[in-house]
T-cell receptor
Framework: GAGVSQSPRYKVAKRGQDVALRCDPI?????LFWYQQALGQGPEFLTYFQNEAQLDKSGLPSDRFFAERPEGSVSTLKIQRTQQEDSAVYLC????????????????FGPGTRLTVT | SQQGEEDPQALSIQEGENATMNCSYKTSINNLQWYRQNSGRGLVHLIL?????REKHSGRLRVTLDTSKKSSSLLITASRAADTASYFC???????????FGEGTQLTVNP
């Protein structure tokens, strides 16, 4: 079946613009994650959804970052008033499992959206 | 913040040789996972080893876990040029949702 898809694959924004990044998880996957990956670094956790509920948003770097998953499937990560330090690859992942023990299972990653803020 | 460190940061070998990458972490874990990332792509899950396991095999991959030293190693045997990628370890917490990744090892396998 289809894997996790993300769009757009590349986004260039001028500083101060708002951006919206989309993630389509694997159908039926309960859990959805967003990660931020800076150049040459490993991914860093941003936020986690179980179905439509955002259970952990402790990794969001500022209140300019907002994520939603209103119907428990597609998710959008929105960044308001983008700054140069927001330039990174934003990865979405999904997992079949939910609950407090989601970290015990493998995650399936999308190809990422590369955001460049000029 | 990153959970731990991987070494080496970069590794260059010839096809057919074995590649060993190491990962250290800081907190108690439920499991440790290894992922591969080709340039410009997302991460692909390779193998998961639970905290009560010491060694696991999958094809040409062998993973060990030493919870007393808070370290793991990934061995790729008989490497191929197609194994060229970045390899990341990630730890799953005993409870909680997130995976915490290391900084990765860039492996280059020369034909």
């Amino acid at each position: 079946g289809a894997g996790v898809s993300q769009s757009p694959r590349y986004k260039v924004a001028k500083r101060g613009q708002d951006v919206a990044l989309r993630c389509d998880p694997i159908s039926g996957h309960v859990s959805l994650f967003w990660y931020q990956q800076a150049l040459g670094q490993g991914p860093e956790f941003l936020t986690y959804f179980q179905n439509e509920a955002q259970l952990d948003k402790s990794g969001l770097p500022s209140d300019r970052f907002f994520a939603e998953r209103p119907e428990g499937s597609v998710s959008t990560l929105k960044i308001q008033r983008t700054q140069q330090e927001d330039s990174a690859v934003y990865l979405c992942a999904s997992s079949t499992r939910g609950g407090s023990w989601t970290g015990r299972y493998e995650q399936y990653f999308g190809p990422g959206t590369r955001l460049t803020v000029t | 913040s990153q959970q731990g460190e991987e070494d080496p940061q970069a590794l260059s070998i010839q096809e057919g040789e074995n590649a060993t990458m190491n990962c250290s972490y800081k907190t108690s874990i439920n499991n440790l996972q290894w992922y591969r990332q080709n340039s410009g792509r997302g991460l692909v899950h390779l193998i998961l080893i639970r905290s009560n396991e010491r060694e696991k095999h999958s094809g040409r991959l062998r993973v060990t876990l030493d919870t007393s030293k808070k370290s793991s190693s990934l061995l790729i045997t008989a490497s191929r040029a197609a194994d060229t990628a970045s390899y990341f370890c990630a730890t799953g917490e005993t409870s909680g949702s997130r995976l915490t990744f290391g900084e990765g090892t860039q492996l280059t396998v020369n034909p």
